[in-house]
């Protein structure tokens, strides 16, 4: 019953190669995020699809870019990564209506090395 | 800026006692407020989540007390078990913010048997 679905739960890549990873859910939410998570910290917002509208947050350098095709599914791009983006990256859904906040559900994540 | 702080970072308990981590926030906006569960190498799970309107939710061995006024909230985990050793985190969200939570910053639980 897996709600969120992201693959490839481990990526490999080499400094400066670009990597997609994708995030699928079953739930039919409205908004999905993406976060990054390092290592005993908090997972960060990178952005948000609130259906097709794209929100960024101030923060996330340009070199993290998203796409969301249709409802299903979201990418996360790294256009150049570096040794300081290895992380967990995790995507997450939500049916989220104006007023009212509700569940956001995570996926299992991607981990991500950067050799 | 942290929006919600979290404490303690880590905390001890032994099986069958009770584990309470502390969140404060500042934004008199926040309406919505979960606890999510992240064991090592799988995305957090929601917990127990509680909206302002009530001070305190039960579900099960955890509940989460909520002190509007002092614009704090905190989780309590009865009975502790070592099933429950993993990374908490509080949140909080505004109901014009398309969801987006701010994290506080984890805390380490560990149960000995």
């Known amino acids: 019953d897996a709600m969120v679905i992201q693959n490839p739960r481990y990526q490999v890549t080499q400094f400066g190669k670009p990597v997609t990873l994708s995030c699928s859910q079953t739930?039919?939410?409205?908004?999905m995020y993406w976060y990054q998570q390092k290592s005993s910290q908090a997972p960060k917002l990178l952005f948000h699809?609130?259906?097709?509208?794209?929100?960024n947050e101030a923060d996330t350098p340009d070199n993290f870019q998203s796409r969301r095709p249709n409802t299903s599914f979201c990418f996360l791009d790294i256009r150049s990564p570096g040794l300081g983006d290895a992380a967990m990256y995790l995507c997450?859904?939500?049916?989220?209506?104006?007023?009212?906040?509700?569940?956001?559900?995570f996926g299992p994540g991607t981990r991500l090395t950067v050799l | 800026q942290q929006q919600v702080k979290q404490s303690p970072q880590s905390l001890i308990v032994q099986k069958g006692g009770i584990s309470i981590i502390n969140c404060a926030y500042e934004?008199?906006?926040?309406?919505?407020f979960p606890w999510y569960q992240q064991f090592p190498g799988k995305g957090p799970a929601l917990l127990i989540a509680?909206?302002?309107?009530?001070s305190e939710k039960k579900e099960g061995r955890f509940t989460i007390s909520f002190n509007k006024s002092a614009k704090q909230f905190s989780l309590h985990i009865m009975d502790s078990q070592p099933g429950d050793s993993a990374t908490y985190f509080c949140?909080?969200?505004?109901?014009?913010?398309?969801?987006?939570?701010?994290f506080g910053a984890g805390t380490q639980v560990v149960v000995t048997p």
């Open positions: 997450a859904t939500s049916s989220y209506t104006s007023g009212r906040n509700n569940e956001q559900f």
């Open positions: 739930l039919n939410h409205n908004v």
């Open positions: 699809y609130y259906d097709k509208d794209f929100n």
């Open positions: 934004n008199t906006a926040f309406d919505y």
């Open positions: 509680i909206r302002p309107d009530v």
């Open positions: 949140a909080a969200s505004r109901a014009d913010s398309w969801g987006k939570l701010q």
